[in-house]
């Protein structure tokens, strides 16, 4: 299924979302997509996580600590960890 939420004159806000059949589909879809430049802008495809969960995750990508880890960390997939290296 896929839905494009609109403003209220009915013009598309700019994002959307799928659901694809298996995790599978989905893997691929974000492997394939993400960044891929469309009409001159990068998409950004990333799998679906709470609002809570996302916002607690760049809170700790983006607020300085004194461990020297974490922050400043440009260019980075969303810290999910994931392929390794």
Do not use: N, W
């Amino acid at each position: 299924s896929v839905g494009v939420p609109a403003d209220d004159e009915g013009k598309c806000k700019g994002f959307g979302f799928i659901c694809f059949a298996s995790p599978d589909e989905a893997t691929k879809a974000v492997t394939e997509m993400h960044l891929k430049v469309v009409k001159g802008k990068p998409l950004y495809v990333g799998l679906a996580e709470k609002k809570e969960a996302r916002q607690e995750r760049l809170r700790q990508r983006y607020t300085p600590s004194s461990s020297g880890m974490g922050g400043g960390g440009k260019g980075g997939k969303g810290g999910k960890g994931g392929k390794g290296g």
